[in-house]
Each structure stands twice: as structure tokens, then as C-alpha cells.
């Protein structure tokens, strides 16, 4: 798995399908909590994938297990270079 993290100018179809076109190679399938402007992912080739998680927790889903492994992995990698700088 990779993780890229790039900034967006907003949660809209076209800002969606910019980023897309420009990072997901084509065939890519894409998994989202069901906000809408994701689905403009398949502009670029990709599938994709809804899980609408209501009031379910995240974690609680194994689907989305990796979210907060990578959500923490970053946390220490920003607290680390935080603590070099300091």
C-alpha cells in the first residue's frame, strides 16, 4: 500500500477529479465513507467503493483498519521532526 498526502482546494467533484487524474493510476479501486465528491474518482479510470459508516466507528471496520495506521504512523513521524527541531 502506498499513502500520498496532498493538499485539495476543496471537497468538490472537480477538485476530486484534479487530484485523481493526477494521482491514481487508472483501474485504481477507491474506497470512501460515501461523501460524494469522491465518486468523481472514476473521471480518472478508478472504481469506486462506498462504505457509508453512519454511526459505526471507523476502527470498527476492517476496511478501514489501515486509516488509522496511517493516520498514526504520521503522527509520529511530525511529532519526531517536531522534537529535532525543538
Request: hydrophobic share 35%; charged share 20%.
Amino acid at each position: 500500500m502506498n499513502v500520498k498526502v496532498t493538499q485539495i482546494s476543496g471537497r468538490t467533484n472537480d477538485a476530486i477529479s484534479k487530484w485523481a487524474r493526477s494521482n491514481l493510476a487508472p483501474g485504481t479501486a477507491v474506497l470512501s465513507d460515501g461523501l460524494a465528491c469522491f465518486g468523481a474518482v472514476t473521471d480518472a479510470g478508478c472504481t469506486h467503493c462506498v462504505e457509508v459508516i453512519g454511526n459505526r466507528e471507523p476502527r470498527d471496520l476492517p476496511q478501514f483498519k489501515w486509516v488509522k495506521t496511517v493516520l498514526g504512523n504520521l503522527k509520529t513521524k511530525l511529532s519526531g521532526a517536531y522534537k529535532s527541531f525543538g
